[in-house]
């Protein structure tokens, strides 16, 4: 679904809205162009129960979620019963057993496989995963670990939301899933650090409200200023130990956020604006998919690979407000 195919739903449903023409300039400019949906938008607007946008959260996410998980097990010639532990992100909906469970079970995994689950980690989700991820492979050498994100996001629309924050998130979501598999032995991203920071007096910067019919999701527009905040601690720890500035890193997977975060980090970390394309391109395209996006830039990367050697960042930000980031060295074989 286009751009503007959505603002011209809100302009329609939100006709009386006092402040209608600042609320659609402000969807103008989130820079996404088009995304997916996983439902018909039909569908989507129509007013619907929490009972009901879980249920469907569950049907469509294990579905999504499994084949996310079989193409990336097939990407990495890896096999089902070699993967040792499932890590599983998503922030878009609630089950119990949990979503981890539903898909190891849609999956067949091995009864003894261990999960980890994570569901209010946001967009910062992606790295925060491959971070965990990293953490099971140093404890377990030569383990195998499974990681898969689903965010479907257009479940949590609403209709009779008026406020700037829904417009802006009408906006700026998309729903997706992606997977990749961790393992010491094959060509890729080699994960060598991890950083994580959470901002102290930021918890309602990024936040869901909950009532009968579901999350309201909300962001503050201080937002790109605790990033930029952010970025002197995580600079001093790329140098001291991470060992990666200066001079810059030969690839970025960024998180996309919208323009003003990936200005806020390019700016911060003094990293040129055109290492965010791919970014850019996941944002455009896509729109935000939330702990999807790093994966989704990530296969990028992968499709036009860095030289053997190359070493990068990834980087993402979520509810808290966390910043989650890794370093790693691409390995060409």
């Known amino acids: 679904m286009t751009l503007d195919e959505v603002i011209g739903h809100m302009r329609g449903q939100h006709a009386d809205h006092p402040r209608l023409g600042t609320a659609l300039s402000l969807m103008r400019s989130t820079s996404v162009g088009a995304r997916r949906l996983v439902d018909p938008f039909e569908e989507v607007i129509r007013p619907r129960s929490f009972g009901e946008r879980m249920r469907r959260y569950l049907e469509a996410a294990t579905d999504l979620g499994a084949q996310a998980a079989e193409q990336a097990l097939s990407r990495a010639d890896t096999h089902l019963l070699e993967v040792d532990s499932l890590i599983l992100v998503s922030c878009t909906g609630y089950s119990l057993p949990g979503l981890d469970a539903h898909i190891a079970n849609r999956l067949g995994m091995r009864r003894d496989a261990s999960r980890l689950a994570f569901a209010q980690v946001g967009c910062a989700g992606g790295a925060y995963a491959l971070a965990r991820a990293h953490d099971l492979s140093l404890a377990r050498p030569g383990s195998v670990t499974l990681v898969v994100a689903v965010e479907l996001c257009s479940l949590s629309y609403q209709p009779q939301d008026s406020s700037i924050a829904s417009f802006v998130s009408t906006a700026l979501f998309g729903d997706a899933a992606a997977a ?50 952010s970025m002197p601690a995580l600079a001093k ?65 992968f499709a036009e690979p860095p030289s053997d050697g190359d070493r990068g960042l990834m980087i993402a930000f979520g509810p808290g407000v966390t910043t989650a980031a890794l370093t790693g060295t691409w390995t060409g074989s």
Request: glycine share 8%; aromatic share 6%.
């Open 180 to 229: 990749c598999v961790v393992r010491d032995d094959r060509p890729g991203l080699r994960i060598d650090h991890c950083y994580e920071d959470l901002a102290p007096g930021t918890l309602g910067h990024i936040s869901y409200g909950v009532d009968e019919l579901g999350f309201h999701f909300d962001t503050n527009p201080r937002i790109s200023r605790v990033v930029a905040e």
């Open 237 to 301: 720890w790329l140098r001291n130990t991470a060992d990666l500035f200066p001079p810059q890193p030969d690839f970025l997977l960024s998180h996309t956020g919208g323009p003003r975060i990936m200005h806020e980090v390019s700016k911060g970390l003094d990293i040129p604006a055109d290492m965010f394309a791919r970014s850019e391109k996941s944002l455009t395209e896509r729109g935000n998919t939330a702990s999807v996006v790093v994966l989704d830039v990530l296969e990028q990367t």
